[in-house]
């Protein structure tokens, strides 16, 4: 079954660094989607990304944040100066479908689990 | 009001009980809808779409009521392997932005 993979599974940082999450959506899907979930918290819609441009993006999804798809195959998200409360787990999602459509079912991975020291 | 509101939990039950979870929405322009379950510190799976006809699967029924903005999950024949935490998911009508419930816990006792 295909399925979306992310990596690393798990991501050590200081304080002020930059990290780069990436994560391969599955190969016919069109839609990605990043989300964060602190721990113990509910899951946080960032930002969605099509056709090589932000769709949409949510009030966390500040300038400290920014998502590329730099081949046909990879969806980062890059967190430019992080800080200790961007530590969360961080799901990529996929879809076939617009949001607007029926049917529109996201397919998440396993998530990165971000530790900002 | 929260955008996508779920009761916590946790619901405790036995195998084989039935349960049902509620899940109330803000948005009125909310078109779709769905259930995840999220075991720990995992990714939320799919369970399934809801659709305004309700929609069935196995042991698992879904219903839509948009007069009232929410939706419920019943859960008959409860299994060990039930117990998860089950996200109520809504997409905002017109956005590509979904909204995700904190989620309700459900605990199958044997």
């Known amino acids: 079954e295909p399925e979306v993979t992310q990596t690393p599974s798990h991501q050590v940082t200081q304080m002020g660094q930059e990290v780069i999450l990436r994560c391969v959506p599955i190969s016919n899907h069109l839609y990605f989607y990043w989300y964060r979930q602190i721990l113990g918290q509910k899951v946080e819609f960032l930002v969605s990304f099509y056709n090589n441009e932000i769709s949409e993006k949510s009030e966390i999804f500040d300038d400290q944040f920014s998502v590329e798809r730099p081949d046909g195959s990879n969806f980062t998200l890059k967190i430019r100066s992080t800080k200790l409360e961007d530590s969360a787990m961080y799901f990529c999602?996929?879809?076939?479908?617009?949001?607007?459509?029926?049917?529109?079912?996201?397919?998440f991975g396993a998530g990165t689990r971000l530790s900002v020291l | 009001r929260k955008e996508v509101e779920q009761d916590p939990g946790p619901f405790n039950v036995p195998e084989g009980a039935t349960v049902a979870f509620n899940c109330t929405y803000s948005?009125?322009?909310?078109?779709?809808f769905f259930w995840y379950r999220q075991d720990c510190r995992k990714e939320p799976k799919l369970l399934m779409s809801v659709y305004s006809s309700g929609n069935e699967d196995g042991r698992f029924t879904a219903q839509l009521n948009r007069a009232s903005q929410y939706i419920s999950l019943l859960i008959r024949d409860s299994k060990l392997s039930d117990s998860a935490t089950y996200l109520c998911?809504?997409?905002?009508?017109?956005?590509?932005?979904?909204?995700f419930g904190t989620g309700t816990r459900l605990k199958v006792l044997a």
């Open positions: 948005n009125s322009a909310s078109q779709s």
């Open positions: 998911v809504v997409n905002e009508g017109g956005t590509y932005k979904y909204i």
């Open positions: 999602a996929s879809s076939e479908r617009s949001s607007l459509a029926s049917k529109n079912i996201q397919y």
